[in-house]
Every structure is written in structure tokens, then in C-alpha cells.
């Protein structure tokens, strides 16, 4: 069972917000099924437009959350987040002239004590000072996290930073669906959060808000997964092709298709159209970093000039998976 509660609230008293609850939907729709439209997180969302989101409300829905048996649990949180002496909050829409929510300390509390019934859960927050999430309550401070085994944590920002919105979206969010909807998968489709991480890390820039990773798991879980960028099918003939790790498959002119633009003395040879099925398979490796020509800058002219391609570090992993039968 692989289940998500996606909250979302625009509607404070105070302050409110314009994207959350759009971000929430968002986030939901694209985490109920994987790209070939197969199941993946059955999920509930609480929202401002919905409901009336006060702290009982918010506590009693993480609380079934984390209540029963399941191999994943996913909470996405996108709202106000305060800071505070004694910790972060999720904010609630009760909230007046005091702060009212949910603490960062206690959700964690919640998430670590469940791993006996969930084998991994996954805590996203689109709110500022969300990277308070998992410090110790004694000590709070970046360095120090109360992260469990089999919890994960993504933020928006880091304890002192604040989450920014931008055309009615929050900035995060929007790189977050963005990899989930495939940007962030690895050449088998996985999307991990490890790998939507690196995502936004990478495209929020150094004088950007800071998102921030923690995780106390021995293996990733997939948060979706889409379509492979090189088919299993491929992937499963590189030990075919490549008896060995450091192996070079050799090429010669006749793996080249294209007959108009090669040079003259190889126009009229004749088509080998097994090997060009081949090389077309192996010109996808290379687009993909499994695979490089050798002394050649691309694979046309590895052909043309009968020399050969070889495994990347990443090719020859694939390969030892193929190898392993684990793709």
C-alpha cells in the first residue's frame, strides 16, 4: 500500500496565500498514477477551499496517516511554516494573534514512531523555515537531525529561509511536480526523492531560497515512475553487446543508415539492417550517457571511421543489472 495526505491552505486570517491549495491539487493529481497511467499513491487531500483546517484537524489526519500498515506514506504540506525558540510549525488556519498548527517536533515524532508499521515515509514542505524539520528539539540546529530510519525529508528552504511564490505557484512545488511528471527520473524511470532533490537543487540558484534533504533509509524509494529513457529492452542486451565492463563494441560503416551523406566510397554498400537496428538502440545509449564513441566525437563518425563505442561508469552499472537479471 503506497498512500499520500497532500494538504494545502490559502485562506489565513492574516496572511493568506495564493498558490497552496493550486500546488496541493497539483501535487495529488500527478502522485496517483505513474506515467503509464497504473496506480501509484492512493491519496487524500485536505485543503482551505474543502475544509476548515484548524490544528486538531490537521493533527487527526496526520495521525490516520500514520496509523495503519503501508510500504510508503507520503505528506506534502504547502501553507505558511513559523519559526520560533522552540522550534518550526506547520501553521493552521485557526491561527490569530498566536500561532496554531502543527510543530515541526511533533510531525517528526509521528513519522519516526510509525516505522514499525510503514516502511518508509516521505515529508515534503513547501513552507518557509521548513528546513527545521527533523532537528533535534534539544539542539536545534542544521547539523543535528532527529530523522528515523525509514524517514525522508524535502523542504523548500532551510530553517531560516523563507518559501516564494511566483504566477500564483510556489517556486518549489513547481520543480517538484515538474520532476515528478519525469524530469527527475533516471534512465529506468524511477523518480526518487533523492533525484527530485537534485532537481531543484540544481535549478534554484545559489542566491535562491535553499532546499534541504534528509534521509535515514538503506534504499530509495521511487516516488513514480514514468516511461524508461532507454528501453529495458536495450538495457538488457548490454552484456550481450559488452562481454565485459571495459569491453569496445565494434563499429564499421555499415551500421550508418544514411547513404547520402556518408562519404562516397561507402554510398553503395550494401544495407545491413540488422546492424543498423542495433546501432540506432546503441545512438539512444549514448544520448543517455550509457555508452561513448570512441576516438570520435559522435557515434556517426565512430562508425564511418570503424572504431567502436564503450561503456560510461553509469553504462557499465546498467550492464552489471542486465547481467544480474534485476532490470
Known amino acids: 500500500m503506497r498512500k499520500a495526505l497532500i494538504i494545502g491552505i490559502d485562506d ?16 495529488a493529481n500527478v502522485l496517483e498514477t505513474n506515467g503509464d497511467g497504473s496506480p501509484n499513491f492512493d491519496v487524500r487531500t485536505l485543503t482551505s477551499t474543502d475544509t476548515f483546517v484548524d490544528s486538531d484537524t490537521l493533527s487527526a489526519a496526520v495521525d490516520e496517516l500514520f496509523s495503519a500498515e503501508a510500504e510508503v506514506a507520503l505528506l506534502y504540506f504547502s501553507g505558511h511554516g513559523h519559526l520560533k525558540d522552540t522550534g518550526g510549525t506547520l501553521v493552521t488556519q485557526d491561527s490569530g494573534t498566536g500561532i496554531r498548527g502543527l510543530s515541526m517536533t511533533d510531525l517528526i515524532s509521528k513519522a519516526n514512531g510509525a516505522h514499525g508499521k510503514i516502511r518508509s515515509t516521505i515529508i515534503v514542505l513547501d513552507c518557509c523555515h521548513a528546513g527545521a524539520m527533523g532537528e ?7 547539523e543535528v537531525s532527529a530523522v528515523d530510519k525509514g524517514v525522508i525529508l524535502l523542504s523548500a528552504s532551510h530553517r531560516d529561509g523563507y518559501a516564494l511564490e511566483t504566477g500564483g505557484q510556489g ?6 511536480v515538474d520532476g515528478l511528471q519525469g524530469s527527475a527520473s533516471d534512465v529506468l524511470g524511477n523518480i526518487t526523492p533523492a533525484s527530485v532533490y537534485s532537481l531543484v537543487d540544481q535549478t534554484l540558484g545559489p542566491w535562491d531560497q535553499r532546499p534541504l534533504f534528509k534521509a ?3 534504499a530509495f524509494v521511487a516516488l513514480r515512475k514514468v516511461t524508461p529513457r532507454v528501453g529495458l529492452d536495450t538495457l538488457r542486451k548490454l552484456p550481450e553487446w559488452f562481454a565485459s565492463a571495459t569491453d569496445v563494441f565494434p563499429l564499421d560503416p555499415q551500421y550508418e543508415p544514411d547513404r547520402e551523406n556518408v562519404p562516397e566510397q561507402f554510398r553503395n554498400l550494401p544495407r545491413d539492417e540488422k546492424k543498423e537496428a542495433i546501432f540506432k538502440q546503441l545512438q539512444l545509449c549514448n544520448r543517455f550517457g550509457i555508452i561513448v564513441p570512441v576516438d570520435a566525437d559522435h557515434m556517426y563518425y565512430a562508425a564511418i571511421g570503424s572504431t567502436g563505442c564503450r561503456l560510461t561508469a553509469l553504462g557499465s552499472h546498467y550492464r552489471k543489472l542486465a547481467e544480474l537479471k534485476r532490470i
Open 216 to 218: 535515514n533509509v538503506q
Open 171 to 176: 517556486v518549489f512545488t513547481s520543480i517538484f
Open 12 to 27: 489565513y486570517n492574516n496572511a493568506p496565500l495564493n498558490g497552496c491549495v493550486r500546488d496541493a491539487l497539483a501535487v
Open 136 to 142: 533535534s528539539p534539544n539542539m536545534l540546529a542544521d
